[in-house]
């Protein structure tokens, strides 16, 4: 009897260690699959000017496919904060543009917030494309939301 509940506890103890190990290594290297092929999707960059606000979101295109999605601090989702407001009621809606074979992909972010009317289209990728080194940067926190 003894015996059963050591081997038990030994058994949660090494599943509980496998998963913190598990989670430790995606919270590392997030990474989002496409979710028609499931294929790692690439962060697109824009050639930005020093009047545009930074983006609070990326852009990731799958490879592969027509698809492209935002991201919020490595999480696929639709709703970012807006520029204008610095509330996170941007919406944003992504599409992959056509280019030729071989050429590196683009897309287009169209941000439209709810609460304060701000509207924007944003194309981003192409010759500027993002490197692997560059996935996972630090998106700025607004500097208006900050706690001081």
Do not use: N
Request: proline fraction near 9%; aromatic fraction near 4%; charged fraction near 20%.
């Amino acid at each position: 009897m003894l015996g059963g509940l050591i081997v038990g506890l030994l058994a949660l103890g090494l599943i509980v260690w496998l998963w913190t190990r598990r989670t430790d290594a995606l919270a590392r290297h997030p990474s989002i699959d496409c979710p028609t092929c499931r294929q790692p999707m690439r962060a697109l960059s824009e050639a930005t000017d020093d009047d545009d606000p930074p983006r609070g979101y990326e852009v990731l295109a799958c490879p592969t496919c027509d698809v492209a999605v935002s991201a919020v601090h490595a999480v696929a989702s639709a709703w970012g904060y807006c520029p204008a407001c610095m509330q996170r009621s941007l919406q944003i809606q992504c599409a992959k543009l056509p280019v030729a074979p071989g050429r590196p992909p683009i897309a287009r972010a169209e941000e439209t917030c709810h609460l304060c009317g701000h509207e924007r289209t944003r194309t981003l990728g192409g010759a500027a494309e993002a490197s692997p080194a560059a996935q996972g940067r630090v998106i700025p926190f607004p500097a208006a939301r900050r706690r001081r």
